[in-house]
Structure formats: structure tokens, C-alpha cells
């Protein structure tokens, strides 16, 4: 207590403890339509360790339908949305507001894994919903519920994993949805004070970490070819760069 009040007094955090999962587990970081990155992940993993996806499994990359026939009945996983996957929800719900900006950050790339093909950047209006008709119909609705059952956080001792950031200033279970889903501007920059590292992908980075309660595994696999793979365990974080 008081190492903790000497600290906040001079602006400093205190000492951030050893993650120390319930158990050892594997995380991976934004696939982003790497099939092929992935299929050789997972080949990879441990059978024994459970694994944590950090979400953005589709758009960028040229193979997202194949990524998610990959993942979709995957056991001993768990699978978060990212912000990539709730603009396409959006748009499967309403295409005309939100196709526009989906189709501009990367939705082109998923609609051509699915054979959905005659749409550009500049599509809108009632072009969009035929577009919408024909992905719906191509995903099938399986996939669809799929990706709308997937959950914003995972936790497993005193590790959270989120897709994009948390809110330092917040418990997980206080955190506002869009915040684990695109991020927040204090997330890596104030420290938390409550010894709950968080691990996340959205923000690219050019080498992985984990430091002072930050897991960073987004190393822009669609376009550095780099896909990374986490081992987190008992006061430990190794990274395994898939290419």
C-alpha cells in the first residue's frame, strides 16, 4: 500500500506483476485473410494449450472465407471479435450506411474469397444490398451467427485478452464495448493499477511484447507476411513468428 501511494505521489507506476495465466495458453495475433499463414499456425500449436484468437480474421488478405472454414469449428478455442468483423455485421445489416467505409478497409478483399465479384470503393446505394444479398448467400447463415456470437474479452487469471485496448482506468467488466473493439487513447500509455496485463492485436507492430502490462501480437501478417503466435504461461510471454 504504501509502495503504491509513494508511487502515484511521484508519478510513477508500481512494478507490474508476472502474468500468471489459470493456465498456459496460446494466442494468435490478426490473420487478416492469411489462410495460408494460419493453416501453418495452427499446425504448429500445442494440442494440450487452449487458444485465444484476437479477432480481424477477414478483409486485407486474399483468403478471408478460407480463414474462416479454418477457425469455425476449431475446439478448445476461443475466438474474439475485432473491429474488422463488426464492420462486416454492420454492413450485412444495413449496406447502404455502412458499406462505403468496409468496402474501403479491406471488405473488397472478403467479398472477392467469396466469389462476390462487380462491386468497387465507390459502389453505394441499392447496389450495395444486392452485393449484401449475394455475400449472405455465399457466407450462409451458419458463419453468419458465428460471427455475431463472438464475445469482445477473454480471461484467464490476471491476463485479459481484448481485440484492440481497454481503458486502464477500468475492470474489464466496466469497459464500454466499442473501446475493446477499436481501441482507446490511454490504453499503453497509462498504466493499469490493477496487476491486469491485457493482450491485444488492431495496432500493428513491428516486433511483438509484452511490457508493463501490454501484449502486443499484431504484426500486420496480410502485409508483412509475419503472422504472430504468443505461448503465454507462468511468468512467461514467448513469441513464434509464422511466415
Known amino acids: 500500500m504504501l509502495t503504491s501511494w509513494i508511487a502515484r505521489l511521484l508519478g510513477k507506476s508500481p512494478a507490474f506483476p508476472p502474468v500468471a495465466p489459470d493456465a498456459p495458453f496460446h494466442l494468435v495475433g490478426d490473420v487478416h485473410g492469411r489462410a495460408d499463414l494460419l493453416e501453418r ?4 500449436l500445442r494440442p494440450d494449450h487452449p487458444v485465444v484468437f484476437v479477432g480481424d480474421y477477414i478483409d ?7 480463414v474462416l472454414r479454418l ?13 474488422h468483423e463488426e464492420m462486416l455485421l454492420n454492413f450485412l445489416d444495413d449496406p447502404i450506411t455502412h458499406g462505403p ?23 453505394s446505394g441499392p447496389e450495395l444490398e444486392g452485393v449484401r444479398d449475394a455475400l449472405s448467400q ?7 451467427f458465428w460471427l455475431r456470437t463472438l464475445p469482445l474479452s477473454h480471461r484467464s487469471g490476471n491476463v485479459a485478452v481484448v481485440h484492440a485496448g481497454a481503458d ?12 475493446l473493439v477499436w481501441g482507446h487513447r490511454d490504453f499503453g500509455r497509462v498504466p493499469r493499477r490493477d496487476g491486469l496485463w491485457v493482450a491485444h492485436g488492431h495496432t500493428i ?18 502485409a508483412t507476411g509475419r503472422l504472430t ?6 511468468d512467461s510471454v514467448e513469441f513464434q513468428a509464422i511466415r
Open 138 to 144: 455465399a457466407m450462409g447463415s451458419e458463419q453468419i
Open 60 to 66: 486485407r488478405g486474399e483468403d478471408s472465407a478460407g
Open 205 to 222: 507492430v513491428d516486433e511483438p511484447v509484452a511490457k508493463a502490462g501490454v501484449i502486443s501480437v499484431d504484426t500486420g501478417a496480410f
Open 101 to 123: 467505409r468496409w468496402l474501403r478497409y479491406g471488405g473488397l478483399q472478403t467479398l472477392a474469397s467469396y466469389g462476390v465479384t462487380g462491386v468497387t470503393e465507390t459502389s
Open 41 to 44: 499456425a495452427l499446425a504448429q
Open 71 to 83: 477457425l469455425i469449428d476449431r475446439p478448445n478455442s476461443c475466438f474474439l471479435r475485432g473491429n
Open 168 to 179: 486502464p482506468r477500468l475492470d474489464l467488466d466496466s469497459q464500454d464495448p466499442r473501446t
Open 229 to 234: 503466435v504468443a505461448c503465454i504461461g507462468e
